[in-house]
């Protein structure tokens, strides 16, 4: 069997120690270093009551990591207090890759936009899934009140800087290019439908789609 090592391109240099890594990058400032606080600022809290959307990772007992966008009208994160917070499920594909994750490894982080800003407010924590709460029926958007919801126990809060937004020009509409590749529909028929018809899938994916996001 051939090792991933055997199968890297002439030239690699790999770095095998977090002193050699500290050697390269360097040691960050007092203040990058001395950021993390453990509970949520005001700030914080009006941060959560504007995003609409966040990215959460997980990994799973061996370290096999996840990321799953989550997105819902802005402030879809509902905290009960300084150092809790929840957030609603929806209707998806029903892989729940991140949720079985979680139920073995409890560790999660959180990456909060707000469209236009660069700046990115990132949480770091414990999760349990929830079935059932009584703040559930706070929860409800356009009928749907949903069957889970991750409460998080909060351990890290800080805000990260816009360079990444900055350099990759992301909410820049002049560099948006959403035609340069082939859409949904035909993306689904080449990877991972290929025994649909495209009709049916452009069908799917057309505009009623939006129709159904909570359904």
């Known amino acids: 069997m051939e090792t991933a090592a055997a199968a890297d391109p002439a030239g690699i240099v790999e770095v095998s ?14 203040h990058a270093a001395n950021k993390t ?14 995003s609409p959307f ?4 997980t990994a799973d007992t061996q370290g096999r990591c996840d990321v799953s966008p989550k997105g819902d009208p802005a402030g879809f994160t509902h905290v009960l207090d ?5 957030i609603p499920d929806r209707p998806g ?5 991140g949720m079985v994750n979680l139920l073995g490894n409890p560790h ?3 990456n909060y936009f707000l469209p236009g800003r660069g ?4 949480i770091n924590g414990r999760a349990r899934l929830l079935r059932d709460a009584p703040f559930f029926d706070e929860l409800i958007v356009k009928g749907n009140r949903p069957r889970l919801a991750l409460l998080v126990e909060v351990e890290e809060v800080f805000y990260h800087c816009s ?5 990759s020009q992301l909410w820049n509409p002049e560099t948006w290019q959403p035609d340069a590749l082939p859409s949904r529909a035909r993306i689904v028929k080449g990877v991972e439908a290929q025994e649909m018809p495209l009709a049916e899938l452009e069908q799917h994916y057309g505009p009623r789609y939006a129709e159904k996001l909570y359904g």
């Not at 977090?18 to 007092?30: C, D, N, Q, T, V």
């Not at 966040?54 to 990772?57: G, K, P, Q, T, W």
């Not at 300084?82 to 929840?86: A, G, N, R, Y």
């Not at 594909?93 to 890759?97: A, F, Q, T, V, Y």
């Open 93 to 97: 594909n029903k892989r729940l890759d």
């Open 82 to 86: 300084d150092t809790t917070l929840v």
């Open 163 to 167: 360079k990444a937004f900055l350099r």
């Open 108 to 110: 999660v982080g959180l």
């Open 17 to 30: 120690s977090e002193a050699e890594l500290r050697e390269l990058i360097g040691e960050p400032s007092s």
């Open 54 to 57: 966040c990215v959460i990772a």
């Open 37 to 50: 606080r453990h509970r949520l600022h005001d700030l914080d809290r009006q941060w959560l009551a504007h």
């Open 119 to 122: 700046d990115t407010l990132r």
